[in-house]
């Protein structure tokens, strides 16, 4: 099968890069969103990675940008094309908001599932369905689709997304791209149920750290003058920058619970091993694996008593009835809670002895459009929704089927610079190899 054609780096580079281009003068804000605009035209028609692409006003706002450049303001992000999730919401997320503060210019709103969508592992774009950029014959994951694919693809350098049961993570690991997934509650969010938080897709480790430092309002984190400060505070244990100088971490092939097939979880777990190469962190010796109760219980019922459909957050109560219960009702809410307080403090205890928790981010590969089966690819990203711990999902490499695969890395509530970090060794070491792979034959 032919993957969707997608640009090189070099033609699509990274946020930081536009940027630096953009405040220096070499490139202006306009051409930058043009070639955006052109590669979207060009490749959209089979991807579908986007509902909405806002031509005019994004090259109005471009224009804008240039305009506050050449007044002298110094933008992080100044003329960097950005895509959105969601039509209705999109703008209006904080997030979303920080970033075009900082110079970002949306280009249009990402796929996200569609109404009545019976599994939300894909979206629905202008064209049809979103397909992913390494096989149209897979899905991209969900309900970050449209993000997920559009990075992927080389259409924009950065897109932001939401987490509500994995929906940043997932589709990051089958597009071959960079998912961050928030502390739950430390960024505003419309979900009520208190199990979405936002994040964003990338290519760059350096995007993800930009994008961190603008929406929680920290400064550089490699800024002396502003170490320590906010969650990620010093402690016994850390380095310079307010983290651990040599993280550990503890492996984890299923929680205790999950059935990942053989390829993801071996994919993953080489990443790991890769990555523990290049000092990014020490895996602890072995040792019992963490067993957390299965959260689809408990995550089904919390999600019953909330208001949101699944669209813009996570996936669909519709879902939701078909996994976890065995008999497809959604079981007591009185129940979610016992099962929350257990995994919390397991998970507690974990964070008291190791740094980091690595597994695979989907116990599956990408699934065809037709659904996922009876394996759900939320298995192993949905506790954290639960806990509220930030996580990132980093390329793995490649399965036998040329699709990709992703290394989840969970971190104590409060750590997404440690997070960061590691993904910076991840990318300049022999652990980003994959990333390089996906550069290459997206």
Request: proline share 10%; aromatic share 4%.
């Amino acid at each position: 099968m032919k993957p969707v054609p997608a640009l090189s780096p070099s033609v699509a580079p990274c946020a930081h890069t536009i940027a630096s281009a953009v405040r220096s003068g070499a490139l202006h804000a306009v051409e930058s969103v043009a070639a955006a605009l052109d590669r979207i035209a060009r490749i959209e028609p089979s991807l579908n990675a986007f509902r909405e692409v806002w031509d005019e006003a994004a090259l109005r706002h471009a224009a804008e940008v240039d305009a506050r450049v050449a007044a002298g303001e110094a933008l992080p992000l100044a003329g960097v094309p950005i895509g959105v999730k969601g039509r209705r919401t999109g703008l209006r997320a904080a997030d979303a908001r920080a970033l075009i503060a900082a110079g970002c210019v949306p280009v249009g709103a990402t796929s996200v599932p569609g109404p009545g969508t019976a599994w939300q592992t894909w979206g629905l774009g202008r064209y049809g369905r979103t397909v992913n950029p390494w096989r149209p014959d897979r899905t991209p994951g969900g309900s970050s689709a449209g993000s997920a694919a559009a990075v992927a693809a080389g259409l924009v350098p950065l897109a932001t997304g939401s987490d509500g049961a994995g929906s940043i993570r997932i589709p990051a690991a089958w597009c071959g791209v960079i998912g961050l997934k928030t502390t739950n509650g430390r960024l505003p969010t419309p979900d009520r149920t208190g199990l979405a938080s936002p994040g964003v897709l990338t290519r760059c480790p350096e995007d993800a750290a930009l994008y961190w430092r603008l929406v929680s309002g920290r400064h550089d984190p490699h800024d002396a003058h502003n170490r320590h400060s906010g969650d990620d505070r010093a402690d016994g244990r850390d380095g310079q920058d307010g983290h651990p100088a040599s993280p550990t971490a503890t492996w984890s092939p299923d929680l205790g619970f999950a059935t990942p097939d053989p390829e993801p979880l071996a994919l993953a777990h080489s990443a790991a091993l890769r990555l523990a190469d290049t000092g990014a962190f020490t895996l602890a010796a072995p040792s019992p694996n963490p067993r957390l109760i299965d959260p689809a219980p408990a995550w089904t019922a919390l999600r019953r008593t909330g208001t949101g459909t699944g669209t813009g957050t996570g996936i669909g109560i519709g879902t939701a009835t078909c996994i976890g219960t065995g008999t497809g009702a959604f079981p007591p809410t009185r129940l979610a809670h016992p099962v929350q307080a257990a995994n919390n403090a397991r998970l507690s205890a974990l964070f008291a002895r190791t740094d980091l928790l690595l597994t695979p981010t989907t116990p599956n590969a990408p699934h065809g459009h037709d659904g996922p089966g009876e394996c759900y690819s939320t298995e192993l990203t949905w506790a954290f929704n639960l806990s509220g711990h930030p996580a990132i999902s980093l390329p793995a490499g490649l399965d036998g089927d040329g699709c990709p695969a992703g290394l989840q890395i969970v971190a104590p509530h409060g750590r997404e610079l440690t997070l960061l970090k590691v993904a910076r060794r991840w990318a300049e070491r022999s652990a980003g190899q994959a990333f390089n792979a996906c550069a290459h034959n997206a």
